[in-house]
């Protein structure tokens, strides 16, 4: 496999560009108190427009990131940005983890340290990962596909080549979002190489929809009430990314405050914020994801993921079974939360924890607790 060292370097006159955008953005009307109730809140994104405009400083955050060890590598024909940081303990464990949209690989900064360096920060060497975080195709410095079909299964097998080519026979998968799918399809299409899986984002519907509430407990209802609202009120963005992605793009790639209010509204309904996106993330945290779609222009290329997958019937995952242990994650404000019985006719569940706090993005959300999580799963597999 072709790899070559990486380090994040966005052209001074794109700087420029964006900070000239965002002096001319034309903000949209907004009915009179309605704060996010039709959408991104106005005063919010002008608050964050211009802190972006003159504090935000990316040099800083490029800086900060380019402390991890990146490369590019040559996968399936195609240049996929990693960040690889190899353990220090006895035994490292390969891990592969997968981020979603709209994420980045900028969302697993808290967590590799105290994956990848156990005793530094408390832990037990023993549980020491080497940690792959491979940007999805489309997705921040990774290439895009130039033909159809770049789904999660194609993108599974693309990490298993990734993998072995890294010198990993076998390996541990985590993921949340798509970053679940994929890790999904790792453990159904390859359980030779994947020892076992670990999600944040469990995906699983009735198993018999003639009885949907079949294997739930009372415990279960609540979760499922949440998930139902959040079908019916939330998914519209799912139907114009899996639809007509490209005629989104036009906004998506031209505005940056368009860009920026399409995925900050999502950081601020998906997590455990109670309403105040910045009771989780800082403006730094959300602007610096942001970039990842900015700098690199792949809000198309991100977005066209929903399309492939929706084409093709692999969302959501159904018809078949994963073998391989599982470990499921449940953050209460995550956006889809399935009985543990549902879960199981789809994977061999291992290891099911219920948390008191975090949401969708629980990486950054609740880092130690993820972390934690993640070691107890993948203790008995190593």
Same mark, same amino acid.
């Given at each position: 496999m ?14 420029t ?6 002096a001319?953005?034309r ?12 959408g ?7 608050e ?23 490369f590019?590598?040559? =996968?399936?024909g ?5 960040? /690889? ?15 979603g ?6 969302e697993f ?8 360096d ?11 990962f ?5 940007s ?6 990774s ?13 599974a097998?693309?990490?298993v080549?990734?993998m072995?080519?890294?010198?990993y ?6 993921g949340?979002?798509?970053g ?26 009735p198993?018999?929809p003639?009885?949907?509430l ?20 939330e ?8 639809t ?12 940056p ?6 995925? =900050?509204?999502k ?19 959300l ?31 159904q ?11 449940i ?9 543990r019985?549902?879960?199981?006719k789809?994977y061999?569940?291992r /290891? ?6 975090g949401? /969708? ?7 130690a607790?993820?972390?934690e ?8 597999l190593?």
């Amino acid at each position: 496999m072709d790899i070559s060292p990486f380090r994040i370097a966005v052209p001074d006159a794109d700087l420029t560009d964006l900070r000239e955008r965002l002096a001319r953005t034309r903000f949209p009307a907004e009915m009179p108190g309605s704060g996010w109730g039709y959408g991104t809140d106005l005063g919010y994104m002008r608050e964050l427009v211009a802190y972006w405009r003159d504090r935000f400083d990316w040099r800083a955050q490029e800086a900060a990131f380019n402390r991890l060890p990146q490369f590019r590598a040559k =996968v399936g024909g195609l240049g996929i940005h990693l960040v /690889h940081v190899r353990g220090k303990g006895p035994n490292p464990l390969p891990l592969v983890i997968t981020h979603g949209w709209p994420g980045s690989v900028f969302e697993f900064t808290k967590i590799i340290g105290p994956l990848t360096d156990p005793a530094a920060h408390g832990g037990d060497p023993a549980d020491a990962f080497d940690v792959v975080c491979p940007s999805m195709p489309g997705y921040g410095f990774s290439d895009s596909a130039v033909e159809p079909g770049m789904d999660p299964e194609k993108i599974a097998s693309l990490w298993v080549e990734l993998m072995h080519g890294l010198g990993y026979r076998r390996f541990g998968a985590q993921g949340g979002d798509w970053g679940s799918m994929v890790t999904t399809y790792l453990g159904f299409r390859h359980p030779e190489s994947v020892l076992g899986i670990h999600l944040n984002m469990v995906v699983a519907f009735p198993p018999n929809p003639a009885n949907p509430l079949e294997g739930a407990e009372e415990s279960d209802m609540a979760g499922l009430m949440e998930t139902a609202q959040f079908l019916k009120d939330e998914t519209g963005y799912q139907q114009i990314q899996g639809t007509k992605p490209q005629t989104l793009s036009f906004g998506l790639t031209d505005s940056p405050a368009g860009l920026a209010a399409w995925i =900050v509204e999502k950081f601020r309904t998906w997590s455990d914020c109670g309403g105040d996106v910045e009771r989780r993330f800082t403006k730094d945290e959300l602007l610096t994801n942001v970039m990842f779609y900015w700098a690199t222009a792949s809000a198309n290329s991100s977005c066209r993921l929903y399309c492939e997958s929706m084409r093709a019937g692999k969302f959501p995952p159904q018809g078949f079974r994963v073998d391989v242990p599982t470990g499921c994650a449940i953050f209460p404000r995550e956006i889809i939360k399935p009985p543990r019985a549902w879960a199981e006719k789809l994977y061999d569940v291992r /290891h099911w924890t219920r948390f008191s706090s975090g949401g /969708h993005f629980a990486a950054m959300e609740e880092p130690a607790a993820l972390v934690e999580d993640v070691r107890a799963f993948f203790r008995p597999l190593r």
